[in-house]
């Protein structure tokens, strides 16, 4: 990123209202992405995930939360489930 534009501002400013600014759940977004190959650049395209793709819309930094882009384990299963966080997240955010 190069520049901060009033369109990212306003995304990141979204990112921000949608996580309730809660810097833990940036650092969390920023280590899985960081940690999932795919999301750097080791897929079929060579598409990389950057900061403008994570804070554009509603539903990419959340499927990278829940593990969507997590490394494959060798049994094929992604890496990263956390059943506390999932936990944690139904407690402060309940669906009903």
């Known amino acids: 990123m190069q520049a901060l534009t009033n369109s990212r501002r306003e ?15 940036f650092i969390t977004l920023f280590r899985k992405t960081e940690e999932s190959d795919f999301l750097k650049g080791k897929n079929d395209r060579g598409w990389k995930a950057d900061f403008e793709w994570l804070m554009k819309n509603e539903t990419n930094a959340v ?3 829940e593990g969507k882009y997590a490394n494959k384990t060798n049994a094929g299963e992604k890496e990263g489930f956390d059943p506390y966080e999932i936990k ?4 402060e955010e309940p669906l009903l």
């Not at 995304?11 to 759940?25: E, L, N, P």
């Open 11 to 25: 995304h990141i400013a979204a990112r921000f209202k949608q996580f309730k600014g809660v810097s833990d759940t």
């Open 88 to 91: 944690q997240a139904w407690r």
């Open 63 to 65: 499927k990278v939360l």
